[in-house]
């Protein structure tokens, strides 16, 4: 008799048995998840733009579980929120329960101080910093030289006086001249000295007219009449700032320019001292009334000397500075501001031992610092 072999139908039956045994099981677990699912309402949302399926009834269960995590570490209770309550733009976070106090810094609202102040930071920071507009060297010097002459002809109540034929003051007429007389020795050295390479250059054509202008005589009536040449001259003076600012002009502040100009203002200063001190003059004794005229002369040098001084060391600082004259500088500019403010009521000229002022000695004494210290700084310049 033929054996039969039973080892393939073991196999099919052990198959089988299997295949069975897990439908059982996936059939079962189905049925257990179907029963889960249904025991809790879900409500089901389409994105229309992915196609996406979003279950609410999950993210309701998320956010029980964040309002649990918040209580225990706030411990407060909070309404529930569901996901569409709030904006993306504002999620959710552990902080919000707390006080703006027990918040950490960067969580606190900024004070309305606070907020002021850093937006006037950024609105600052947006702009760009704008350069310094720095001037040309001689900018300051000739500036300084105009502004004096400049006030008394436009600024002044009454304008320029010393030609008026009817003189109510005779004052101001003498600070005036004062100031004239320093004004021209600036213009005159600027024009053949500090705008020049040397003696072979031609004279700069702005300042030789400015020079022109103002050697007109301050007493004259018309024909021409000095404040329109005087004005002219300041006109001349600030084209050639404008020739000077766009390189078309020259201005050298070697010391050899710097030297002749203070000579001249030493020169004019002990003519001043001179008048200061005298007890006659040509018409005879000096009298108050006449006292007056010198004292206000020698005022008007001091009054323009403070101006141009000061804008001589600001342009020929580097100059000054290499012979460590700037502080001479500084003192002969206090002094000027000490014989600008005398300004008494009327002039006296009593005698140095009297009960009365004697003013022009009063103002002789900064006149005669100044001096000093021009000589000084002449000296330091040329190497004595």
Known sequence: ?????????????????????????????????????????????????????????????????????????????????????????????MLDGLDETDKPDHEKPCKKEDTKIALKTKKKSSIPPQKEVSRVTGYAFIESVIQPLEYELNERFWGWRPNDIINFTDNINNIQLGILEVTRRSVVVLALRISRTGSNDKIDENLENAMNWLMIKANQYWFPSPESKYNQAIDELRLYIDRLERGRARFFIRTDNLIPLLENYEDLLGGCDQSLTIKEDDDGPITSSKADNYFHYAQGVAKALGYIFKGIRQDFYVTLESVHGVEILDEAIEACDVATNINPWYVTEGSLSSIFANHRANIDQPINRIRFYMNVLIKTLKGY
């Open 1 to 93: 008799m033929r054996q039969i072999s039973l080892c393939p139908i073991g196999k099919k039956v052990c198959i089988f048995a299997v295949l069975l045994t897990e439908a059982f099981f996936l059939t079962a677990y189905q049925c257990f998840a179907t029963t889960s699912v249904i025991s809790q309402p879900i409500s089901i949302t389409k994105n229309d733009q992915s196609g996406k399926v979003q279950n609410e009834s999950v993210e309701k269960v998320n956010d029980e579980k964040e309002q649990q995590k918040e209580i225990l570490f706030t411990g407060q209770k909070q309404t529930p929120k569901t996901f569409m309550e709030k904006p993306e733009s504002q999620p959710n976070t």
